[in-house]
């Protein structure tokens, strides 16, 4: 009988599980909730569907690498920006909330916060000061 080793903690896992479509890899690994803020601690992180073992290996070796350097590992390419206009597009409200709702958010929240990520929603305690009214 072999005996499989346990892996330390910050290697991760790979583990290989059964789909629809064939045999699949999974990944795991642990990161700082928030990398600018690691006193919040850690939270385990998971991947699936890679089609070989060595493709789930080298993207594991990036995540790990990724979060031993503080990066995130989960950064949208959206912003604020374009994910707001597509929500007003959908909303079905009279002609003259749509126009508030537009004026609000290319006067106001555009400029502001239009260029942050929207991967990771953060506190009010995270923005500046001069964008929280109290």
């Given at each position: 009988?072999?005996?499989r080793r346990r892996r330390s903690d910050g290697e991760g896992s790979i583990?290989?599980?059964q789909s629809a479509t064939g045999p699949r890899w999974r990944i795991s690994w642990r990161e700082h909730k928030d990398p600018d803020r690691p006193e919040l601690?850690?939270?385990q992180r998971t991947r699936r569907g890679f089609e070989t073992e060595r493709a789930a290996r080298q993207e594991l070796r990036d995540m790990l690498s990724k979060a031993e350097r503080g990066q995130r590992t989960t950064v949208s390419a959206d912003t604020f920006e374009p994910y707001a206009l597509k929500w007003l597009k959908s909303k079905r409200?009279?002609?003259?909330t749509?126009?508030?709702y537009h004026r609000l958010?290319?006067?106001?929240a555009i400029p502001r916060i239009g260029g942050?990520?929207?991967a990771k929603p953060r506190s009010t305690a995270r923005l500046p000061d001069r964008w929280?009214?109290?």
């Open positions: 009988m072999s005996t583990t290989p599980y601690g850690r939270r409200v009279s002609e003259s749509w126009d508030s958010l290319t006067l106001h942050l990520h929207i929280i009214e109290v």
